[in-house]
């Protein structure tokens, strides 16, 4: 059960397969740079709760926009190794990586694999993600995260120009990828 005040919902994207993100200001920091700092992601279960901020210097906890690109890339990336055509997609977000320069050459996530699928872990946060990449088992999908990253990128005035546009590119991917597959 998923337990939010409607008034704190600032904003609310879906996937093409329905599943949503809802972002939140819940006890948001103050002079935090967003409207918003954390998201609920559908997981089919249930939602998983994580707490996002575009750099480790604006608030204490949370996913930053560089780690957030990280497990996009690296999922992205095993999605390909399981023949599911995400090619374009991993190459804009990679090319949105490179948009932050040599600070996001720096790995602070690692990943376990667990009976259900993959676990992004960054600093005792984590992210399940399911088994399957068309979402049809329990956990969190690529395109929720890209969504995730599509509004801290529209979002965020401090974000650079070029991983904004690529964010997006790679969202408009998954969603000609979803359409693909759905028919």
Same mark, same amino acid.
């Given at each position: ?23 939140? #200001?819940t ?31 604006d608030?204490?906890?949370g ?16 999605? @390909?190794?399981?023949? @599911? #055509? ?5 190459l ?16 602070? @996530? ?10 992004a ?16 088992t ?12 599509d509004?801290l ?14 964010v #997006? ?7 000609l ?7």
């Amino acid at each position: 059960m998923i337990d939010l005040n409607p008034a704190d919902i600032v904003a609310e994207a879906r996937d093409v397969t329905g599943r949503f993100v809802l972002f939140f #200001r819940t006890d948001i920091p103050p002079n935090f740079p967003l409207a918003w700092w954390a998201v609920c992601l559908d997981t089919t279960g249930d939602g998983h709760t994580a707490l996002v901020r575009p750099t480790p210097l604006d608030a204490g906890d949370g996913w930053t926009a560089v780690e957030l690109l990280q497990v996009a890339v690296a999922r992205a990336q095993a999605e @390909v190794g399981m023949r @599911v #055509r995400h090619e374009a997609c991993a190459l804009y977000l990679r090319a949105a990586l490179r948009g932050y320069g040599p600070a996001a050459r720096k790995h602070n @996530v690692t990943f376990t694999t667990v009976p259900t699928g993959v676990t992004a872990v960054a600093r005792g946060q984590e992210l399940p993600f399911c088994s399957d990449p068309y979402g049809k088992t329990e956990g969190l999908t690529l395109d929720q995260i890209v969504l995730v990253l599509d509004r801290l990128h529209h979002d965020w005035v401090g974000a650079p120009g070029n991983a904004r546009s690529a964010v #997006r590119a790679a969202a408009g991917c998954c969603v000609l990828r979803r359409r693909g597959a759905n028919r």
